[in-house]
């Protein structure tokens, strides 16, 4: 299974990197705030943290040990 949405937001990773490097949000919080994902269930929270360190937007799916938030 592959991951690459906030699917609360209904928001791609891949557009979530977008808007985030156009309004130099650098963090899940910034974007929680922005209110452009991470504000419902939290599942992509662990997706975002590496997409905005790796740049990556399609993840596989991470087991529940690695999915703090
Ligand atoms: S998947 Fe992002 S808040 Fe639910």
Redesign the pocket.
């Known amino acids: 299974m592959v991951v690459d949405r ?4 209904e928001t791609s990773f891949l557009e979530l990197k977008e808007i985030a490097r156009e309004r130099g949000l650098n963090s899940v919080e910034e974007l929680r705030e922005a209110g452009l ?8 929270v662990p997706y975002i943290k590496r997409m905005l360190e790796t740049g990556e937007t399609k993840f596989d799916l991470l087991k529940p040990d690695k999915r703090s938030v």
């Open positions: 906030c699917i609360c937001h994902s991470s504000t419902n269930c939290k599942l992509c």
